[in-house]
């Protein structure tokens, strides 16, 4: 079994940026898709970033493009988010998932295991 859990959330100003982790309890967890959801009070959960198991596949959600990057280190079992140019719509608790490949990166309902989340305050 993979337990996950995110850190490195916060309260920042637009045009900043920050880095989300998502450590994997055991290594098991390198072997698993990793994705990103966004979440804000009264609306679905939103699709942000994905990696695959092997670290070449990334895929990101329309809103994030360019700005955000999802990447993965093996030795330290944990995926990150680099998050740029923050804007006031970033908002939301960010929650990292994982999954064992195949199925889809984007769909919410494909992931198995979920992170406690952590929450990103953007200011304008």
């Known amino acids: 079994q993979v337990q996950l859990a995110e850190s490195g959330g916060g309260t920042v100003q637009a045009g900043d940026s920050l880095r989300l982790s998502c450590l994997g309890a055991t290594r098991l967890f390198n072997t698993w898709d990793v994705g990103w959801f966004r979440q804000v009070p009264g609306k679905e959960r939103e699709f942000v970033a994905a990696?695959?198991?092997?670290?070449?596949?990334?895929k990101y959600g329309d809103s994030v493009k360019g700005r955000f990057t999802v990447s993965r280190e093996y030795v330290k079992t944990t995926v990150y988010l680099h998050m740029s140019n923050l804007k006031a719509d970033d908002t939301a608790e960010y929650y990292c998932a994982a999954k064992r490949p195949p199925g889809s990166a984007l769909d919410a309902a494909s992931y198995n295991l979920w992170g406690q989340g952590t929450q990103v305050t953007v200011s304008s």
């Open positions: 990696i695959n198991s092997g670290g070449n596949v990334r």
